[in-house]
């Protein structure tokens, strides 16, 4: 018995999610100079308007260590700000700024459009089909958390 990589389901998705995220990646990194860990920690930043840093290494699916040098990036451009909890002062609640939040409009509908022009090259059957996909997947081996990010 031999595995052919290229065939290989768990493979496949993760070239084709790093080609895509890599696609979409030129927005943010050609306009702001933004990394890919500083990316979905602003973008969950702007979504859930409040966070703590462990929220976002869950949500993100990255280590603590990129989300501290995520945060720490975008602090240092003023994009976010950092409140200790009033009970617990190891906890601190992350924010972004208002020119943080200017910088996530203006990113947003750009991000947005990159999606729409994924989906429309892949037509509405396809799109619905992937969809469909995609949900039978997250639903069988996804953390729940991790699908249902949105408030």
Request: aromatic share 8%; no cysteine.
């Amino acid at each position: 018995m031999s595995l052919v990589l290229e065939q290989f389901l768990p493979y496949r998705l993760n070239r084709l999610a790093d080609s895509l995220s890599k696609n979409a990646s030129q927005a943010y990194k050609l306009e702001f100079g933004l990394s890919r860990s500083e990316w979905r920690a602003f973008a969950l930043l702007g979504q859930k308007s409040t966070m703590t840093a462990t929220e976002i290494a869950h949500f993100s699916t990255m280590d603590k260590t990129k989300v501290s040098r995520a945060l720490y990036a975008l602090e240092k451009r003023s994009w976010l700000i950092r409140r200790q909890d009033d009970k617990d002062r190891r906890l601190e609640h992350i924010a972004l700024t208002t020119f943080g939040q200017q910088a996530y409009e203006k990113l947003v509908p750009k991000m947005l459009k990159i999606e729409t022009d994924m989906i429309a090259k892949l037509g509405d059957a396809n799109f619905a089909a992937l969809k469909q996909g995609l949900d039978a997947l997250e639903s069988l081996f996804a953390d729940e958390a991790m699908v249902q990010i949105s408030d």
